[in-house]
């Protein structure tokens, strides 16, 4: 079965400090995958994408992730936390276009 | 505008109620999608559409119908509303594209069955 875990729930980072959410996949086959932001109350935001181009992926808001086969790891980066990045983060999978796999969700926090 | 949106954004009902949600997207893409979202789940598939006239099941489509007579809507309906169907409910389209599939979503809309 097709799985998507996101190694945290939480994470607390300082204002200025980098961002580091982990994400890895199950997989035999060769997905697209995605990281989208919650802020609270808000709808899903798409912040990047690999689509099997180049493999270390850049987004918006200074975010970027790298795809490792080897290690079916897609882990979301940011060199500098800033307050506004406290939110909620999910990493998806997908392998055709219907079949979307979210992982459960990280909730990154920033602290001044 | 352009997009995806959702109503109603905020719904009160009352248990055994029926309920449509609705869904409406802009950019006719081929793929609509409905999530719930709850604390401890994270998002959960509930319906898919591949076209029009065309739905499947997720992985919680238990109590809830859909329809899709045009491309541009998905109505969820909840044939007889229980508390355990008070969440947040996202609808999502995706289409076949060179640069990706991503899911675009709506704003969601928040359902509490009492």
């Known amino acids: 079965a097709q799985s998507v875990t996101q190694l945290d729930s939480h994470v607390s980072v300082s204002e200025g400090t980098p961002v580091l959410l982990r994400c890895n996949y199950s997989?035999?086959?060769?997905?697209?995958l995605f990281w989208y932001v919650q802020h609270p109350n808000k709808g899903l935001q798409l912040l990047l994408k690999?689509?099997?181009?180049?493999?270390l992926v850049k987004g918006i808001n200074g975010f970027e992730a790298e795809f490792k086969k080897s290690e079916t790891s897609f882990h979301l980066t940011k060199p500098s936390a800033h307050m506004s990045d406290a939110a909620e983060y999910f990493c998806?999978?997908?392998?055709?276009?219907?079949?979307?796999?979210f992982g459960s969700g990280t909730k990154l926090n920033v602290k001044p | 505008d352009a997009g995806i949106t959702q109503s109603p954004r905020y719904k009160i009902t009352e248990t055994g109620r029926q309920v449509t949600l609705m869904c409406h997207q802009t950019?006719?893409?081929?793929?609509m999608f409905w999530y719930r979202q709850d604390l401890g789940h994270g998002l959960r598939l509930i319906y898919y559409s591949a076209a029009a006239d065309i739905t499947d099941k997720g992985e919680v489509p238990d109590g809830y119908v859909v329809s899709r007579s045009k491309t541009e809507n998905f109505p969820l309906t909840l044939e007889s509303a229980t508390r355990s169907q008070t969440s947040v409910y996202f609808c999502?389209?995706?289409?076949?594209?060179?640069?990706?599939?991503?899911?675009?979503f709506g704003p969601g809309t928040r359902l509490t069955v009492l």
């Open positions: 950019w006719s893409h081929s793929y």
């Open positions: 690999y689509t099997s181009a180049a493999t």
């Open positions: 998806v999978v997908s392998y055709n276009f219907n079949k979307f796999y």
């Open positions: 997989s035999s086959y060769s997905p697209s």
């Open positions: 999502a389209s995706s289409d076949r594209t060179t640069s990706g599939n991503e899911q675009f």
